[in-house]
């Protein structure tokens, strides 16, 4: 027997259009991908329904984002193997990753020397700074 479905009735409200896109941690990820899987024996808490249909257009923008961003990339990555000078090649690489990150303070400088000190097989260790 089919159900009869008014369509100007219907079963939850429409998320309005100005509802704020929020960003998405991996387990929010997670629960929509069980929530919209085929996979009903394994479906997340109910409670995780709400905002269902946000999230979900959350998680299609950034996708969307990461999209023309690896194509962003690669665009340039493409560019960066056929540049012929060094200039041109920092050019490319500027655009495409933005500006290099602020300097970092002496005890971060520290602490990476600290961790990219490598034991060598007799015993010693290695530091890339000597």
Known sequence: MDMQVNPLRGS??????HA????????RIDQLMRWHG???TNLPPADT???LSRDTLAALHELRDA???IA?????????????????????LLQALGPPPPHQDEDDLAACSVAAQVPQADGRTFHPES
């Open 20 to 27: 704020p896109l929020v960003p998405l941690n991996d387990t």
């Open 12 to 17: 939850c409200a429409p998320v309005p259009e």
């Open 49 to 51: 329904l709400k905002h």
């Open 72 to 92: 962003a990339l690669r665009t340039a990555m493409g560019r960066a193997f056929w540049a012929t000078d060094f200039r041109g090649l920092h050019a490319i």
């Open 38 to 40: 085929t996979d009903e």
């Open 67 to 69: 999209r023309a961003t």
